[in-house]
């Protein structure tokens, strides 16, 4: 309390009584608020009052106005306290303000902030009313892009303005970044695929086999239970994944312990004709039915699982050729073009040899290799003794491993084992060969006639569709000269098959021979031209590739008729000549 010599003369704190003042001379005097009470605004301004001379009681009341309270509910249109960062979000904001003054102009000042940052203000909105009562309801509404908002938390801070104040109007503030109720969230996923097996990012191309995603996810609101949903895609064509003809999906429910977490969702599915494709976890983040988040990205290579295919291609290491002569060694190459590997990984591969006909392995080789690019080669090389492998087919079966920390073969990754497969095969030939007439089986024929004979070759092994040379010689196996020649192409219809050589010989002076021919079979060139030896036969004791030629008169080995007949004329004429003798001995 002061005079008007501005004196104080007395100091005091209200108790919620009446406080008295004795003694006080007539004049002004003024009351000043050192100390505003708790839940109240300060004075306006100071309170003067005017003692009179009068003995009556004389009394002033002082009104310290009770600080407005504030509360707010903040959500999204959806009614959820999260969204998805979309180009257009509305945030609702419900206000409840009490202990106003009737019929009192106010305004609602609010900025929508990130909690982060909240010099960075998203939203602003401001209302003036005149309170109908001493609470009042106001909804705001906040309309803005969250494109960039993803993972960050958004804050409502209020101030509530009274318009006729006298000097400062702020009489309540609301500015709690933490108070949960005004806060709406933008959380973000992001997802990370693995094969269960071994936490690698491969994936081998099998019938049962489970990929892990570990779904990292922020800015969740502790306490809120969350569903988590996901699917496999195609990461070439955009397709779901589809196992048995319906999608591979799997989903998790969850309470958000912390704002920050993961959970992890397995997906498990038959692989095994999704070689070479590379599969991509697509994840959306629910709470009570409303998607709050996605990570959809085709080309996050996080999400991504690889599954590899190799095709391979078996051929010769000097040459390339696909078909080979029976010699004691023959070298050929593997060529393995692999599909959606792991760049810049170590991998082991391995390959064993195998007689198409016995199944058998009869050569292996190994060795690592890295990959240097998604898409790439490698190769193995093998050394094979072919002696005795004549009319088989050589294939290829392959394996591809990741390794372990040693380098050593870890996990099996990639496998191509085709029996049928032309490109993975090389073919060792064999031909047996018949020598007979042009027109018939015949393997005996006369010295002084035409000859037409016919040699014809049964090949095996051969590739089928692809031309050949043969070329046929006419051997007397007495002489060892060669009398007769005959060449030609032939295609190969089938890989087991037949072709033919034509020869006309002049039989006379061959009396007594034996007559063999001798095969041999060529790749073309380009030109049709004999290129490289593949198969032969020369067997000069082999019956079926020789004939024989007699004395004209001589009967046909193997010829009964003419047998018999001869012998019967021979009979007779002995018959004759032995019935004369006994003519002439009775004489």
């Known amino acids: 309390l002061y005079n008007s010599n501005n004196e104080k003369l007395e100091e005091w704190t209200t108790t919620g009584k009446v406080h008295t003042f004795k003694g006080l001379a007539k004049g002004d005097y003024t009351i000043k608020e050192v100390r505003t009470p708790k839940g109240y605004l300060p004075l306006e301004e100071e309170y003067r009052f ?51 003054r009737r019929d009192f102009p106010y305004e609602l000042r609010t900025k929508l902030v990130e909690k982060d940052n909240v010099s960075n203000v998203i939203a602003e909105k401001s209302h003036q009313f005149f309170a109908s009562d001493f609470s009042q309801e106001i909804d705001l509404k906040y309309t803005f892009n969250a494109k960039e908002l993803e993972g960050k938390r958004l804050v409502v801070l209020a101030e509530l303005h009274r318009l006729n104040r006298s000097g400062n109007t702020l009489v309540a503030v609301h500015k709690d970044i933490n108070n949960i109720d005004e806060t709406v969230v933008f959380p973000k996923i992001k997802t990370t695929a693995t094969d269960k097996k071994d936490g690698g990012k491969d994936l081998f191309a099998g019938e049962k086999q489970t990929v892990k995603d570990k779904v990292s996810y922020f800015n969740l609101i502790i306490g809120r239970i969350y569903k988590v949903m996901g699917r496999l895609v195609d990461e070439e064509t955009g397709e779901p994944i589809l196992d048995n003809g319906k999608e591979v999906t799997a989903e998790k429910e969850f309470t958000a312990k912390e704002s920050n977490g993961f959970v992890e969702l397995e997906f498990t599915f038959n692989a095994s004709a999704l070689a070479g494709k590379t599969v991509v976890v697509f994840e959306d983040m629910y709470q009570d039915k409303i998607k709050i988040a996605t990570h959809t990205d085709i080309t996050d290579k996080e999400q991504s699982i690889y599954i590899p295919r190799i095709t391979t291609k078996l051929t010769g290491i000097d040459y390339k050729q696909k078909i080979f002569y029976p010699n004691e060694k023959i070298r050929i190459k593997d060529t393995m073009q692999y599909e959606n590997f792991v760049k810049g990984k170590v991998y082991y591969a391995k390959g064993e040899i195998v007689n198409d006909k016995t199944g058998k392995v009869i050569k292996r080789s190994e060795g690592n290799f890295i990959a240097d690019k998604r898409n790439g080669e490698a190769s193995l090389d093998f050394t094979i003794d072919a002696k005795g492998l004549e009319g088989t087919r050589l294939v290829c079966f392959e394996e591809i491993y990741t390794v372990d ?14 029996i049928n497969d032309e490109g993975q095969s090389v073919y060792i030939p064999k031909i047996k060969t018949k020598l007979t007439g042009k027109d018939s089986d015949e393997k005996v024929f006369y010295a002084d006639e035409k000859i037409n004979l016919k040699d014809t070759m049964e090949y095996e092994s051969f590739i089928k569709g692809k031309m050949y040379y043969a070329k046929g010689e006419i ?62 036969h020369k067997d000069i004791n082999d019956e079926g590739q020789s004939i024989k030629i007699i004395k004209k008169d001589t009967p046909k080995t193997g010829d009964k008729e003419n047998y018999i007949y001869y012998v019967l004329g021979l009979l007779a004429a002995g018959g004759i000549v032995t019935y004369l003798r006994i003519k002439r001995a009775k004489k």
Request: charged letters at 35%; proline letters at 4%.
């Open 405 to 418: 920390e040693n380098g050593n073969p870890d996990k099996l990754v990639a496998s191509h084992k085709d």
């Open 50 to 100: 005017t003692v009179k001379e009068t003995e009556e009681v004389q009394k002033h009341d002082i009104f310290n106005e009770p600080i407005p309270e504030i509360k707010s509910i903040a959500a999204f249109d959806t009614g959820a306290k999260e969204s998805l960062p979309n180009e257009e979000v509305t945030v609702n904001d419900k206000f409840e303000l009490k202990k106003l």
């Open 475 to 536: 051997v007397n196996d007495k002489t060892g000269k060669v009398i007769k020649r005959s060449e030609g192409n032939f295609i190969a219809d089938e890989r087991n098959g037949k072709t033919s050589l034509d020869f006309t010989i002049n039989g006379k002076g061959l009396e007594g021979t034996r007559l063999v021919c001798f095969e041999e079979i060529y790749t073309v060139d380009e030109n049709g031209k004999p290129d490289k030896l593949i198969a032969i």
